[in-house]
T-cell receptor, first 114, second 112 residues
Framework: NSKVIQTPRYLVKGQGQKAKMRCIPEKGHPVVFWYQQNKNNEFKFLINFQNQEVLQQIDMTEKRFSAECPSNSPCSLEIQSSEAGDSALYLC????????????FGKGTRLTVV | QQKVQQSPESLIVPEGGMASLNCTSSDRNVDYFWWYRQHSGKSPKMLMSIFSNGEKEEGRFTVHLNKASLHTSLHIRDSQPSDSALYLCAANRGSALGRLHFGAGTQLIVIP
């Protein structure tokens, strides 16, 4: 069973509203990823952290999302102003140090923007 | 555009049959391939990984890699209805700090 905990499992927001989701990575994992999986099962990388520092993020994330991974608190991803196209499954994942260590995924937060 | 291409999009096999799934990367910098399985409503779970040319077998699952063509394939023998799921291929490279590039997946259905 996945030890990456995501909340909430489901989120419904109106267009223009903020949408915030949280993730507790597996204990001892310093690297955290956020991915968006759309209805066609396509994955889009959003951002990753090593400890509290942002490693990489895509342009969309920089402009419209707010994300952080504070020490001793859950990581979070927040869409500042939700759009219909943001409806998707948001997956948080964590891994140990190094490029070739296994990445473990949470169950995701399914966001629906109405 | 997707850097990782998977085929077929969907696959139906009878129980006990062999399922063969394909994956190719267009990014020549990748050096590690992963196969994940995602049951409906569940999180993706890693099945197998491979970075060396050749073949790797674990139980009913065999993965092949051809590094020259950046092509990997996953073969499931004696397929079971519980194998019905979305199979995702992902690739990454050492310099990208673990970031995975995913294909769009192959939806496998095993008919009892």
């Amino acid at each position: 069973n996945s030890k990456v905990i995501q909340t909430p499992r489901y989120l419904v927001k109106g267009q223009g509203q903020k949408a915030k989701m949280r993730c507790i990575p597996e204990k001892g994992h310093p690297v955290v990823f956020w991915y968006q999986q759309n209805k066609n099962n396509e994955f889009k990388f959003l951002i990753n952290f090593q400890n509290q520092e942002v490693l990489q993020q895509i342009d969309m994330t920089e402009k419209r999302f707010s994300a952080e991974c504070p020490s001793n608190s859950p990581c979070s991803l927040e869409i500042q102003s939700s759009e219909a196209g943001d409806s998707a499954l948001y997956l948080c994942a964590s891994s140990g140090q190094g490029a070739h260590t296994e990445v473990f995924f949470g169950k995701g937060t399914r966001l629906t923007v109405v | 555009q997707q850097k990782v291409q998977q085929s077929p999009e969907s696959l139906i096999v009878p129980e006990g049959g062999m399922a063969s799934l394909n994956c190719t990367s267009s990014d020549r910098n990748v050096d590690y391939f992963w196969w994940y399985r995602q049951h409906s409503g569940k999180s993706p779970k890693m099945l197998m990984s491979i970075f060396s040319n050749g073949e790797k077998e674990e139980g009913r699952f065999t993965v092949h890699l051809n590094k020259a063509s950046l092509h990997t394939s996953l073969h499931i023998r004696d397929s079971q209805p519980s194998d019905s799921a979305l199979y995702l291929c992902a690739a990454n490279r050492g310099s990208a700090l673990g970031r995975l590039h995913f294909g769009a997946g192959t939806q496998l259905i095993v008919i009892p």
